[in-house]
């Protein structure tokens, strides 16, 4: 039995994050989704919460032949005690899939194995990507799975992040 661990800040989950665990349910037979500024939302580069998060994601992989548990993990803002700050919220992990840096930096030095997981057609699926999107009103939609529209559709995310943003750029 093999578990991992997949962290990101998921604003929203996106195609590219959906390709990441479908690549990681080849090798493992649990998965635990840190759900990375969990405490972060109602901003334009946040704009969803650790709970829209997981529903978002728990939809998403209701399909896959895998096991999954989201964990929300809040910032600390201190990068030499967040591997044990994961761990503390997490289940046991076995290996951790990353292809950020400063995560497999941190991992490594704290001695869990990184597998790093290669990039799904960047250009269009990233997450700033599919947020601008949705307040400048052009189709997000086709950038993230099915269940995701759902979901923002059901907390009215549309309306929430134009009006961000249109707050934040009246100061
Ligand atoms: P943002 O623009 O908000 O930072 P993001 O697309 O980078 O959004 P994150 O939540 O920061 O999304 O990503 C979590 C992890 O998933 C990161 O390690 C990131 O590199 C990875 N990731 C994001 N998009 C892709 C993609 N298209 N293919 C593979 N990995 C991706
Ligand atoms: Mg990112």
């Known amino acids: 039995m093999i578990r991992g661990f997949y962290i990101g800040r998921f604003q929203p989950y996106h195609d590219g994050h959906h390709s990441v665990v479908e690549r990681i349910a080849e090798e493992v037979d649990e998965l635990v989704v840190g759900i990375g500024s969990a405490d972060q939302s ?17 939809k998403s992989l209701v399909d896959l032949d895998l096991v999954t548990y989201p964990v929300p993990i809040e910032d600390l803002n201190r990068n030499s005690v967040w591997v044990s700050h994961v761990k503390s919220m997490s289940p046991d992990f076995d290996v951790a ?7 497999v930096q941190l991992f490594e030095e704290a001695g869990v194995e990184v597998r790093g997981s290669k990039m799904f057609n960047r250009e269009v699926l990233e ?18 799975p099915d269940p995701v529209v759902e979901v923002v559709e059901e907390t009215g995310g549309i309306q929430r992040i134009q009006r961000i943003a249109r707050s934040d750029s009246n100061g």
């Open 127 to 144: 997450g700033t990507e599919v947020r601008e999107r949705m307040i400048a009103g052009d189709d997000w939609a086709s950038l993230v």
């Open 42 to 58: 109602h901003t334009s580069s946040d704009p969803f919460t650790a709970g829209e998060r997981i529903m978002m994601i728990t």
């Open 97 to 103: 899939y990353s292809n950020n840096p400063l995560v």
